[in-house]
Each structure stands twice: as C-alpha cells, then as structure tokens.
C-alpha cells in the first residue's frame, strides 16, 4: 500500500493496465531545500510544495537565491527581477 506520500501512476498500455508507483525521496529532497519557513509541513515533498505556492501564483523556495529566499517573496515579479539582475546564480 504506497504511502500518502507516494505518487500512482497509472499508465494504459495497448489493452491493459500497468500501475507504476513512484516513491518520493524526502531525505534527499531536503538535502536541496533552502527554504527557512520553518513551520511548514511540504519540505521534501516537492510536489506538494510546487502545486501549493502555484495556486498562489508563486514559485517554491527553491527558485530563490537564500537572500532573497529569507524575504518569503516568492512572486514571479521577484523571481523575474532576481534573474534580470543578478542572471543565473544557481
Ligand atoms: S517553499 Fe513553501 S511549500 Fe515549499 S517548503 Fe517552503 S514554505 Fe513550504
């Protein structure tokens, strides 16, 4: 039984069904976590994390060189005018 963290994918073949469960990695996705928003419960769960700053019409931590980060900013604006001054910093 896949955890509530794992990931169903359900791919249809010519006439039947292959169910193919993918697990994810929160270790290792912390391991590239920059986010210092301490309280929140998607660190490492990347889906979640990009589905949820999305409906707000935001980017995760992530996308954001850690000064910038620290501000909680995470617009597109921000991003776009981090990238227009500073070019690629990752
Ligand atoms: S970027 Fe947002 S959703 Fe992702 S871990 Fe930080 S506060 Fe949580």
């Given at each position: 039984m896949p955890s509530a963290h794992n990931i169903i994918n359900i791919q249809k073949t010519w006439n039947k069904k292959e169910v193919v469960v993918r697990t994810c990695d929160r270790e290792k996705n912390l391991k590239n976590c920059n986010c210092?928003?301490?309280?929140?419960?998607?660190?490492?769960i990347c889906c979640e994390c990009v589905s949820y700053h999305r409906s707000l019409g935001q980017l995760p931590a992530?996308?954001?060189?850690d000064d910038v980060e620290k501000t909680f900013d995470r617009s597109y604006a921000r991003f776009a005018e981090t990238v227009m001054s500073r070019q690629a910093w990752w």
């Open positions: 210092t928003y301490e309280p929140c419960s998607r660190k490492g992530c996308f954001f060189p």
